[in-house]
């Protein structure tokens, strides 16, 4: 027993002298890193990288904005003002996962175009907005957003 006990007491010896060991050789490591070390005065440009600028976004929409701006004309165009009146009218748009509400719908004829003003709400999850908006005929069966916008 006293045999095993005098080996056991040697290996924890010999793993504490190896640890001490190891931590003076880190040490004078770091040391010799730390003396030489890097300076940014030292550090020169380098002409070979070349880098280049994204010019902003010219129209500040969005691509799910768009989406629902889409949904929002057709279904305003779609829908049967006269049997409408002031009820309001549900939209959804699958794509992006927004809905709303389409109401004080009025149709209007404008330099010869028919026009159906609007205000709606966009539930999205970003949070709820109001806007109004005017879509117009450009052709047969052909419409266009000519103003959208929060409210």
């Given at each position: 027993?006293?045999?095993?006990?005098?080996?056991?007491e040697l290996i924890h010896r010999a793993s504490r002298s190896a640890l001490v060991l190891s931590c003076i050789?880190?040490?004078?490591?770091?040391?010799?890193?730390?003396?030489?070390?890097?300076?940014?005065?030292?550090?020169e440009v380098d002409p070979t990288i070349l880098t280049g600028a994204v010019p902003p976004s010219t129209d500040?929409?969005?691509?799910?904005?768009?989406?629902?701006?889409?949904?929002?004309?057709?279904?305003?165009?779609?829908?049967?003002?006269?049997?409408?009146?002031?009820?309001?009218?549900?939209?959804?748009?699958?794509?992006?996962?927004?809905?709303?509400?389409?109401?004080?719908?009025?149709?209007?004829?404008?330099?010869?175009?028919?026009?159906?003003?609007?205000?709606?709400?966009?539930?999205?999850?970003?949070?709820?907005?109001?806007?109004?908006?005017?879509?117009?005929?450009?052709?047969?069966?052909?419409?266009?957003?000519?103003?959208?916008?929060?409210?």
């Amino acid at each position: 027993m006293r045999g095993a006990q005098a080996s056991l007491e040697l290996i924890h010896r010999a793993s504490r002298s190896a640890l001490v060991l190891s931590c003076i050789a880190l040490s004078g490591m770091l040391a010799g890193c730390a003396a030489g070390g890097f300076s940014l005065k030292q550090a020169e440009v380098d002409p070979t990288i070349l880098t280049g600028a994204v010019p902003p976004s010219t129209d500040p929409v969005e691509a799910p904005q768009l989406s629902d701006q889409a949904t929002i004309r057709n279904a305003v165009s779609a829908a049967d003002v006269e049997s409408v009146g002031f009820a309001p009218l549900a939209w959804a748009n699958a794509e992006t996962g927004s809905r709303g509400t389409i109401s004080r719908l009025v149709e209007r004829r404008q330099d010869g175009r028919l026009c159906r003003s609007f205000t709606t709400s966009r539930e999205s999850f970003d949070g709820v907005s109001l806007y109004s908006g005017k879509a117009c005929m450009v052709a047969t069966g052909a419409w266009r957003m000519e103003k959208f916008g929060a409210l």
